[in-house]
């Protein structure tokens, strides 16, 4: 009894699952891309309504930091054997 109860719900479940493996892909494609944009607009309106505001510089040259300054030098001395760098200077299209 119990194995025939078991093969009619098998017979019934086969029934249903006839689903067409396409449409189970694009509901799928569609339920992420549908998350996603709400997530995006989420972080756009998050963004927008507490943007940070870039404080004016006080500084009235840039400076050169250490790191760039010793990759100058060591460029210039693996290029051309002997010589030193004497200023650096950054110029700027504004």
């Known amino acids: 009894m119990t194995e025939n109860l078991n093969l009619v719900w098998l017979a019934e ?3 249903n699952a006839n689903v067409n493996l ?3 892909c694009l ?4 339920t ?3 998350i996603l944009s709400i997530l995006a607009f ?3 309106m998050l963004t927008h309504f507490f943007a940070v505001v870039p404080q004016p510089s006080v500084q009235s040259e840039p400076t050169t930091d250490a790191a760039t300054a010793g990759a100058i030098q060591a460029a210039v001395t693996r290029a051309l ?14």
């Open 13 to 15: 479940a086969t029934e």
């Open 22 to 24: 396409g449409v189970v």
């Open 27 to 30: 509901v799928a494609f569609a």
């Open 32 to 34: 992420v891309m549908t």
């Open 42 to 44: 989420t972080f756009r």
């Open 81 to 94: 054997p002997g010589g030193r760098v004497v200023r650096i200077e950054s110029r700027h299209k504004d």
